[in-house]
């Protein structure tokens, strides 16, 4: 069986922040020269509903406080799993239990011991949220046991990926499963709400040391022409998620390095076609509507030259990815002849630009969809509350959505399991259900594959979602910042410094 062991972590991906604040903490560059690494201002979004518990979390900004604050088990990087909180992550044989050893000597923020049945009591706690049971309700926590700094969490059906898939994913921990803001991470919350953003100070508790930059703040800008704006501005000094048309501004500034896009953690730009309601529990309406997109014009116009045109599946450029499937292509009157035997004259899309381009996408396909006969209607929705209210948007007929891209099969939990929170369009099969059970309970990675390409192509013919583009992860910062790593679009800055220029 494989083993994930501490390894150490060989990453320059974009990422951070900047000038302001007098604050500064001393550091020693390879010359032994002492430098000032100044405080670090991220422009992001948050929801009003953000809180503390991660179960809550639906905005970007709420990602990048909770793992500051919390750290995780294990953190999934473009290079695969690397442990933090834990120092291993053991599977038995039959990869029904997995043993996880804590590293010696955590501490919260608040000085308390960092115990295996701290995390025990928070994957449960996890595992109650309707947001997160899709990744921990597999978890048996009556049989799971602790002891010491090792907990051994036994499964109810055995998980060949629980550490890229489940741990990866997120695995936040606190003080008896009570996400209230003390943590064991990097960053320790000194105030703020999510109207106002957040102040948060380096940790000197923390296991790796106190992080060389002493404190971060989280600037709430929702939008991504805003957030290149406050970037050349100097009002804040790091963005993640920009749009395409920000590259071009930002690149006339000799002070601003935007780094090489990459379909690591790029967001997958998605029309969910709801089967819970008409016209879309039509298997051969969904299929009109698939025919009907030119992806290659979308694309091109949408998100130009950091744009990859989508197969409506997740993980394109990741190990598994099923490329033999073959491409939708527009095919506009096949659509006209389906919507019209099928009695679809008109439909409505709930749209909101959660991520850059999600409105205009939609706006565009107006576009598309007069061609085909079809009257289409955009019912635009506030980007901060959009993602909290998912129950409304299961009423609605289409709506546009979006996914951090990572591996296929680590996306099937969410988008398969009937009663999965993010199982957005609702489309289920038996004949997917029990493929998964399959690749997830096999060790066999060639076999696993195969698996996972049978999926997949159940879900490009018949499923609910039509994920048309790739955006590849944008990021932009002042230039001075080093030793940022992302892992699924956040910025993790413990091994991070910002010397600005003078």
């Not at 809180?51 to 809550?56: L, V």
């Not at 049971?133 to 969490?153: H, K, P, R, T, W």
């Not at 997917?432 to 192509?457: F, G, H, P, W």
């Not at 490009?460 to 940022?484: C, F, N, P």
Request: hydrophobic share 40%.
């Amino acid at each position: 069986m494989s083993r994930w062991k501490l390894r150490a972590v060989a990453i320059v991906a974009a990422a951070a922040l900047a000038i302001s604040g007098c604050s500064s903490n001393k550091t020693s560059d390879n010359g032994g020269n002492v430098a000032a690494s100044q405080e670090l201002r991220i422009g992001t979004r948050f929801a009003p509903t953000d809180t503390f518990d991660p179960s809550e979390a639906t905005s970007a900004g709420a990602m990048i406080l909770l793992f500051s604050v919390y750290d995780s088990l294990v953190l999934m990087t473009a290079d695969g799993p690397v442990m933090s909180l834990a120092e291993s992550v053991e599977p038995n044989d039959t990869s029904d239990e997995w043993t996880v050893t804590l590293r010696k000597g955590l501490t919260f923020s608040d000085g308390t011991a960092v115990t295996g049945q701290d995390v025990l009591d928070s994957l449960a706690h996890l595992a109650q949220s309707p947001t997160l049971a899709a990744l921990y309700s597999n978890i048996d926590f009556e049989a799971s046991s602790v002891q010491g700094n090792v907990v051994v969490l036994k499964t109810k059906t055995p998980v060949a990926d629980f550490v890229e898939s489940i741990l990866g994913m997120m695995s936040t921990v606190s003080p008896g499963g009570r996400f209230d803001g003390v943590g064991a991470g990097p960053y320790i919350v000194e105030k703020g709400d999510p109207t106002t953003g957040y102040t948060l100070q380096a940790n000197a508790k923390y296991w790796k040391g106190k992080p060389k930059i002493p404190s971060i703040v989280l600037v709430p800008v929702p939008e991504s022409s805003s957030q290149a704006a406050a970037l050349i501005s100097g009002e804040i000094d790091y963005a993640a998620g920009l749009d395409a048309s920000s590259v071009a501004t930002l690149a006339q500034h000799d002070e601003i390095v935007v780094p090489k896009p990459t379909l690591d953690s790029a967001v997958a730009m998605d029309f969910v076609l709801n089967t819970r309601v008409a016209p879309f529990n039509d298997p051969e309406v969904r299929k009109a509507f698939r025919l009907t997109l030119d992806r290659e014009k979308m694309v091109n116009t949408l998100l130009g030259k950091t744009g990859e045109i989508g197969n409506d599946l997740l993980g394109k450029g990741y190990p598994g990815y099923p490329d033999m499937i073959q491409q939708t292509v527009a095919d506009k009157e096949e659509a006209r002849r389906i919507f019209a035997e099928h009695g679809v004259t008109s439909f409505e899309i709930a749209a909101s630009d959660t991520v850059p381009g999600s409105v205009a996408a939609a706006e565009l396909a107006v576009q598309e969809f007069k061609e085909v006969g079809v009257d289409v209607t955009i019912d635009k929705k506030d980007p901060e509350t959009y993602l909290s209210d998912m129950d409304t948007l299961y009423t609605k007929q289409a709506f546009t959505f979006y996914w951090v891209n990572r591996s296929p099969l680590s996306e099937f939990r969410n988008q398969i399991a009937p009663d999965s929170y993010f199982n957005v369009s609702g489309y289920t099969s038996e004949t997917l259900r029990s493929a998964y059970e399959a690749a997830v309970s096999t060790t066999d990675e060639a076999k696993r594959n195969e698996i996972v390409a049978r999926i997949s192509q159940e879900l490009h013919d018949s499923g609910g979602e039509v994920i048309w583009g790739y955006q590849m992860q944008i990021t932009a910062y002042r230039s001075g910042l080093k030793g940022v790593v992302l892992f699924q679009s956040i910025p993790w800055l413990v091994d991070a410094s910002y010397e600005p220029a003078a």
